[in-house]
């Protein structure tokens, strides 16, 4: 079974910038759809960025800073994060649009001054 796994988090400061990469342990190129989501505390996981082979959506909170990429070759699949806030503190996740793999770790983001 193909798992995943996230790296890249850390603390920085508010509008300072972070790439998250999630390596998949298998072929992810024939997942139609995959996906980073956030977790507050105490709060259901809720979906940060989603990228097809033509296609990306973002929540609204986070259009015009975070930019999802993936590249199948390297089974990885990418978060560019920009001008974060304090609000964008959470543990984050990758996975398909219909969580297909078993949950990761997680990579913690920590946006403090």
């Known amino acids: 079974q193909v798992q995943v796994a996230e790296s890249g988090g850390g603390l920085v400061q508010p509008g300072g910038s972070l790439r998250l990469s999630c390596v998949a342990s298998g072929d992810i190129s024939k997942t139609y759809a995959m996906a980073w989501f956030r977790q507050f505390p105490g709060v259901q996981r809720e979906l940060v960025a989603l990228i097809t082979s033509g296609f990306t959506n973002y929540a609204d909170s986070v259009k015009g800073r975070f930019i999802i990429s993936r590249d199948n070759s390297l089974n990885t699949v990418y978060l560019q994060m920009n001008n974060l806030k304090p609000e964008d503190t959470a543990i984050y996740y990758c996975?398909?649009?219909?969580?297909?793999?078993?949950w990761g770790q997680g990579t913690q983001v920590t946006v403090s001054s």
């Open positions: 996975n398909s649009d219909r969580y297909a793999f078993p």
